[in-house]
């Protein structure tokens, strides 16, 4: 098996772990995420987070910003990175802390937002599509570098969704299925469009999405191997 079935098994199943915990935001999917790596039967070589790569290094990069690839994986000399997007709808919670439950002075539960509403869903699109083209162009630059994953997670399920035909960000649909390689706004003078440049992928890509239970809240996620 290569090292991107292999990875990709291994986050299919952290994510459908039977004590999967709710995370509260990206940050805190790429640390337990790379802990669960590390600790892989699999037993790579190295799990590094935030690997840095010199976007200047890079041919037909039209991004003016740095570089930092959430995971990067390596086994036996290949190296296989990994870009990760946790977009969320809120979640208010009553947590446990130094393993007490939290209650207001009343004593009643005390509940606290754990994960936030992040909205722009036409920028979570983009993003998730940026995403894949970064992966390819690394793997286009390094020899060494094996394909790569990108994961997407959501409490959202208007992600599935495809956006009506005259949305500007029709494009950049994650609905099921085969997805062509224009990444495009529909309105290039949009303020949307000006701050986050068109660009292409270099193959049609399909997404599948899965359902997951984290604590009780429905989750969907989709990875595609670049």
């Known amino acids: 098996m290569n090292l991107s079935r292999c990875v990709k098994d ?3 199943a952290f994510l459908k772990r039977a004590d999967n915990e709710l995370l509260f935001n990206e940050r805190d999917l790429q640390v337990h995420l790379c802990t669960w790596l590390r600790n892989s039967k699999n037993a790579y070589d190295d ?10 290094v890079l041919d037909d990069y039209i991004w003016n910003n740095e570089l930092r690839l959430d995971l990067v994986v390596e086994k036996d ?24 439950d939290l209650v207001d002075k009343e004593g009643s539960p005390f509940f606290i937002q754990v994960v936030k509403n992040q ?15 970064r992966i390819e162009l690394i793997n286009q630059r390094f020899e060494r570098v094996k394909g790569g994953l990108a994961l997407f997670l959501t409490n959202d399920k208007s992600y599935l969704k495809e956006p009506r035909s ?5 494009l950049f649909s994650m609905s099921n299925g085969v997805h062509a390689l224009d990444k495009r706004w529909q309105n290039p003078q949009s303020a949307t469009a000006l701050g986050h440049p068109d660009f292409k992928v270099t193959k049609e890509y399909e997404i599948v999405w899965d359902e997951i239970s984290m604590q009780d809240v429905d989750m969907y996620y989709c990875i595609l191997t670049i």
């Open 10 to 12: 291994d986050i299919i």
């Open 119 to 133: 909205g722009a869903k036409d920028l979570g699109m983009y993003d998730f599509w940026k995403d894949v083209r």
């Open 47 to 56: 799990v590094d987070i935030e690997y840095y790569v010199p976007y200047r």
């Open 166 to 170: 005259t949305s500007n960000n029709y």
């Open 77 to 100: 000399g290949e190296y296989l990175p990994i870009e990760l997007k946790y977009k969320t709808k809120a979640i208010s919670r009553n947590i446990k802390r130094f393993g007490q």
